[in-house]
């Protein structure tokens, strides 16, 4: 029997709009080296129906499960998949032309173990899509800090785009049963265990993120309240950048308490947000993008900043592994 190269694995919920979007970039470049296995997870708007329009021309396995998060959805799927490698998307991507091109070329010449692309957005987001996006790429925040060749940190691939050898997988247990921060618990044990990590540049996606500031705030507050638990499971994790966003946070809550007071404490934050605005417009060439980088800058910081201050006093009182907003995963 003659195996695929890659097993892409997308755990959905809800989302039957987005899965059509990706599996419609899958089926105009993929080569015939992947097979796609769809992992519905307990959704009321099943996406069944979406699957079965591309099984002409991919290779598409559709499962349905109760709802368990995106964790143990992505558990499911490798346990059906064939592949050497595990291919990770969240059903909120899509794949440009290049993107299995950019893999096989890469892993043809490198062994690794786990490897991750960064994100990028795309024409047609929204402003606000766009403005997030920024927010979560920028060099002039810590999302910056992923998805560069040359980072502050270890390369931790992230689940939105990792591909993983599904030996290695399969040895560090898969997935654990963390409500976020799962992915890059996965990245820390196989790494921990010897395993190579790599980025590869040019493997990128594009990546819709949240739709509104609401949901992107619970998003990067419950990435700050992992981290802080990541750290206790993988001791030594947690580096000073991490802690940038928590400063930052205190830093404007007392600012804007004593601008009448002091308001040149403020010159800091306004130069800052500023030289966000200009760097968002450059990119984007968009000024409604570019005002909306402001909000998304704040909110990326100050919610990671603050799940992280929250994660610290519940470790510091003993509490378990909680989150803030854990009613759904998946927004």
Known sequence: ????????????????????????????????????IIVDDGSDNRCDHVADKYTKHLDVTYIYQSNSGPGPAR??????????????????CT??????????????????????????????FSPIQK????????????????????????????????????????????????????DLDLSMKIIKSGGRSALIPDAWVYHKRRS???????????????RIFLNKRHPG?????????????????????TFFWQ?????????????????SLFLSQSLSTSLLSVPAVIIQLTGYGSGFLVAIFQNLTG????YGFEKNFYD
């Open 263 to 279: 308001p040149a404490l403020s010159v800091p934050l306004i130069s800052y947000l500023v030289i966000n605005v200009i760097s």
């Open 319 to 322: 509490k378990a592994e909680s």
């Open 131 to 182: 403005a997030i996006s920024y927010a979560m790429t920028s060099v002039l925040t810590t999302g910056g800090i992923r998805g560069r060749k040359k980072s502050a940190d270890v390369f931790y691939p992230r689940s939105f785009n990792m591909i993983v050898d599904k030996v290695h997988f399969e040895k560090a247990g898969g997935f654990s049963d963390l409500r976020f921060g799962e």
């Open 1 to 36: 029997m003659n195996y695929p190269l890659f097993s892409i694995i997308i755990p959905v919920y809800n989302r039957p709009e987005e899965l059509n979007e990706l599996l419609a970039s899958i089926d105009q470049h993929l080569n015939k080296l992947a097979e796609i």
């Open 212 to 226: 509104t500031f609401r949901q992107f705030f619970k998003q990067v507050f419950n990435s700050g309240k992992a």
């Open 75 to 92: 558990n499911t799927g490798a346990k059906r998949a064939m592949g050497k490698y595990l291919i990770f998307l969240d059903s909120d």
């Open 237 to 257: 994790t947690l580096k000073p950048v991490h802690t940038l966003p928590a400063l930052f946070t205190i830093y404007l809550i007392f600012s804007v308490l």
């Open 95 to 124: 794949i440009p032309p290049h993107y299995t091109g950019s893999l096989t070329s890469f892993l043809s010449e490198n062994e690794i173990a786990i490897a991750g692309g960064p994100d990028r957005d795309h024409p047609g």
